[in-house]
C-alpha cells in the first residue's frame, strides 16, 4: 500500500473519530465507507441517558405496583379489654392498722377486690387475597383482640372477624363484610433470589388508619432488596411460633407493618411483613417477612376455620457443629443429630434414640435441622416415611409413621449442691434454685447454676439455666449420677443439655 496513502487515511482516521466517524479499509485494501465511532463524549452521553431512561422505567415499576397492590393493602387497628383486680393497697385505712377495715370491704364485695378495664389497643396492617373479603395477616396482629377494625385504601372502615389462626405460623385470616373488593395476586416464594427487589407495603405507625378517607388512607411504600433466605429467629416465650424459613429484607418495615405484604416488580406478593431487629423501635434495615408458598399451604384451612395440623415426630434435633462431628468421627457434617426422643412419640415407636443421626428423611436428604423440622411440618398425620440414619457410627434405616403435632404443653419439677466439673457448677433440680431459674415440671438432671468465666464449659456454650441430663451417653438423673459421670471423664465429654449437645474439652 501507498505510504502515503496510509498516512493520509491516518489523518483521515484521526480527524472522523473527532466527529464520530472513520473510514473502514477492507483487507484487500479498497474503502469499505465512513462508519460512525462514538468520541468518548457521546458515549457519556448516551451512558447518562440510558441510566435515565432505566431509573425512569424502574421508577415506572414501583408505581405501577403502588397503584396495583395498594388498594388491597388494610390497616388494621385492634383493642383489647383486659379486666384487672382493683386492691386499694395505697388506702390509708390498708396495711398497718387497716385490717378491721379491709375485712369489712372484702366482705361488702363477696370476698373479692372490685374489678377494673383497662384498654390495649394495636396496629396492624394486612392484605386482601379474596374478592370477598378476605384478609391475610399476622396471627399476632390480631391474636386477643375484642374488636377488630380493618381501614381500606380508599377510606372505609369495616368490623372484621377472625375466620381461622396459627400461631404456629403466625398467620391469620380476617373476614370482611364486603363484596368485590381489589385484591393481591400471591406469587411464589420458591422462585426467590437474594437481590432480587423487595417491596413492602402497610401501616407503619398506624399513619394509614389515622386519616379520613382518600389519599389519607393510602398505604407507605417502601423499596429495597431481598437481602437473605432461610433466615430463622429465636423464640422470645413459651409459644409455639416457628420463625424459620423468614425472607430478610432492607425495605423499611416499621411497627405496624406487621402483616403487611412483601412483593416483587410484578406486583405478586412474595411474603407477608412479620418482624424486625431494632434498637431504635424502627426500621434498621433488617426486616423479615414469612414465604407465601407457606401461607398458600395453609390458606384453605384458615379460611373455612379449622385447625391447622403439623406432622409431628417427638423429637429434638440441632445442628452438627464442627466438635460434634469431630467427636462423633464424621467425616462431613451433613445431618441432625438427636437430642431428645420424647416418651410414647412416634419417633420412640419407630425406634430412634438420643444419639442418632438422621441423614435422610422421607427419600431427601437431611442437612440442618431446620430442613428436618419444615419437612416435617407439611406432612400429614398418618403418613409413613424412611429415615436413614448413623447410631455409634454404622448406618440405620427405620420406618416412621407421621403423628399430629400436639399442643404445647408446660411439664413438674422433681429431683445439694456440687463442685465444679471444667467450670459447671450444678444443683438438684428439686432445690431451692429451681424457682428463680423459672424451669417447668417433670424434668430430670442437674441444674446448671453458675459456669466459671473462661472456662471449658463456657467455652463450650454452657449457661447458667442449662439443664444436663447426659454425658457421654450415659443418663444423669441427679446429682449422684451426675458425680459419677464426671469422675469417670478423662478426655473431651459429649454433654446433653436442655439446649442440645455440646462438647466440653479437657482442660483446653
Do not use: C
Not at 473527532?18 to 473510514?23: A, D, E, N
Not at 383493642?79 to 369489712?104: D, N, T
Not at 447426659?470 to 454433654?495: C, F, H, K, M, T
Amino acid at each position: 500500500m501507498n505510504p502515503k496513502l496510509v498516512r493520509s487515511i491516518g489523518s483521515a482516521a484521526g480527524l472522523a473519530l473527532v466527529v464520530g466517524m472513520v473510514w473502514m479499509i477492507r483487507a484487500d485494501g479498497s474503502f469499505a465507507g465512513p462508519k460512525m465511532f462514538p468520541s468518548a463524549g457521546v458515549a457519556l452521553i448516551d451512558t447518562a441517558q440510558a441510566e435515565a431512561g432505566v431509573a425512569e422505567s424502574l421508577e415506572k415499576d414501583f408505581i405501577r405496583v403502588s397503584e396495583q397492590v395498594g388498594p388491597a393493602v388494610v390497616g388494621i387497628a385492634t383493642e383489647q379489654i383486659e379486666r384487672v383486680r382493683q386492691y386499694y393497697q395505697g388506702h390509708p385505712f390498708f396495711g398497718s392498722g387497716g385490717e378491721a377495715f379491709e375485712e369489712f370491704f372484702n366482705q361488702f364485695h363477696g370476698g373479692e377486690a372490685p374489678q377494673s378495664e383497662r384498654r390495649l389497643f394495636g396496629l396492624g396492617s394486612g392484605v386482601i387475597i379474596d374478592a370477598r373479603g378476605y384478609v391475610l395477616t399476622n396471627e399476632h396482629v390480631v391474636a386477643n383482640a375484642d374488636e377488630i377494625k380493618v381501614t381500606l385504601a380508599d377510606g372505609r372502615q369495616f368490623i372484621g372477624q377472625i375466620k381461622g389462626k396459627d400461631p404456629r405460623s403466625d398467620l391469620a385470616i380476617v373476614k370482611i363484610d364486603a363484596q368485590d373488593l381489589p385484591f393481591a395476586k400471591l406469587g411464589d416464594s420458591a422462585s426467590l433470589r437474594t437481590g432480587q427487589w423487595a417491596i413492602a407495603l402497610g401501616n407503619p405507625f398506624g399513619l394509614m388508619t389515622g386519616g379520613y378517607g382518600g389519599m389519607a388512607n393510602e398505604p407507605t411504600l417502601t423499596v429495597g432488596v431481598i437481602s437473605a433466605m432461610n433466615r430463622s429467629l429465636p423464640r422470645v416465650s413459651r409459644d409455639d411460633r416457628d420463625y424459620s424459613g423468614l425472607i430478610q429484607t432492607d425495605a423499611a418495615i416499621n411497627p405496624g407493618n406487621s402483616g403487611g405484604p412483601l412483593v416483587n416488580l410484578q406486583g405478586e406478593v412474595i411474603a407477608i411483613n412479620v418482624a424486625i431487629l431494632t434498637s431504635s423501635r424502627g426500621s434498621e434495615g433488617v426486616g423479615f417477612a414469612i414465604p407465601i408458598n407457606k401461607a398458600k399451604r395453609i390458606l384453605d384451612t384458615l379460611i373455612e376455620g379449622r385447625r391447622v395440623v403439623y406432622g409431628w415426630l417427638g423429637v429434638q434435633v440441632q445442628d452438627i457443629p464442627e466438635d460434634i462431628a469431630e467427636y462423633f468421627k464424621l467425616s462431613d457434617r451433613r445431618g441432625v443429630l438427636v437430642n431428645e426422643v420424647l416418651p410414647g412419640a412416634p419417633a420412640q415407636v419407630a425406634g430412634l434414640m438420643r444419639g442418632d443421626i438422621i441423614r435422610s428423611f422421607d427419600g431427601k436428604s437431611v442437612s440442618v435441622a431446620r430442613e428436618l423440622v419444615e419437612q416435617v411440618g407439611t406432612l400429614e398425620a398418618g403418613r409413613e416415611v424412611d429415615i436413614e440414619a448413623l447410631r455409634d457410627g454404622k448406618p440405620i434405616q427405620l420406618k416412621l409413621k407421621v403423628g399430629e403435632r400436639p399442643s404445647t404443653e408446660e411439664p413438674e419439677l422433681t429431683g445439694d449442691q456440687e463442685d465444679a466439673w471444667r467450670g459447671i457448677q450444678v444443683a438438684s433440680l428439686s432445690s431451692e434454685y429451681a424457682e428463680p431459674f423459672n424451669l417447668p415440671p417433670g424434668l430430670t438432671g442437674v441444674l446448671v447454676i453458675d459456669v466459671e468465666a473462661g472456662s471449658p464449659a463456657d467455652k463450650a456454650g454452657i449457661r447458667p439455666g442449662d439443664i444436663i441430663d447426659e454425658i457421654n451417653r450415659l443418663a444423669v438423673g441427679d446429682v449422684d449420677a451426675y458425680r459419677q459421670a464426671v469422675s469417670q471423664i478423662r478426655g473431651n465429654a459429649l454433654v446433653r443439655t436442655s439446649r442440645g449437645y455440646l462438647v466440653v474439652k479437657n482442660g483446653q
